[in-house]
C-alpha cells in the first residue's frame, strides 16, 4: 500500500498554524475519511504529517491526536467499529 502525500493535499486547507483547533478539523476530517474507507494504515500518514509540522511543539502533537481519536470513535457507528480499531489502535501508538 502506497503512502499518501497530506501535505499536498491538505495544505491549500490548512492556512496558518496546524496546532489551532480551526486548522486541525481538516485533520480530523482526514481522518474520519481513512478510517470511513477502511484504510486505517494511512492513519499513520497523517500522523507523520501532524508530527512534521508541529515536531517543536509537543503539546500540540498530543491535543491534535487526541482530537483525531475523538473524531475516530464518535464516526464509529457510521463507519463500523471493525472499521474504527484498527485506525484508534495505529492513532494511540503515537500518543
Not at 21 to 43: D, L, Q
Request: aromatic share 6%; with cysteine; net charge positive.
Amino acid at each position: 500500500m502506497s503512502s499518501v502525500d497530506f501535505k499536498s493535499t491538505l495544505s491549500p486547507l490548512v492556512s496558518g498554524d496546524l496546532g489551532q483547533p480551526e486548522n486541525s478539523i481538516w485533520i480530523v476530517y482526514a481522518a474520519a475519511i481513512i478510517e470511513t474507507i477502511g484504510s486505517a494504515k494511512h492513519i499513520t500518514d497523517l500522523w507523520n504529517y501532524v508530527a512534521a509540522e508541529l515536531k517543536d511543539v509537543p503539546d500540540k502533537q498530543i491535543q491534535v491526536a487526541r482530537r483525531i481519536r475523538e473524531g475516530l470513535l464518535k464516526c464509529s457507528p457510521l463507519a463500523g467499529f471493525p472499521k474504527v480499531l484498527p485506525a484508534t489502535v495505529s492513532n494511540n501508538k503515537h500518543i
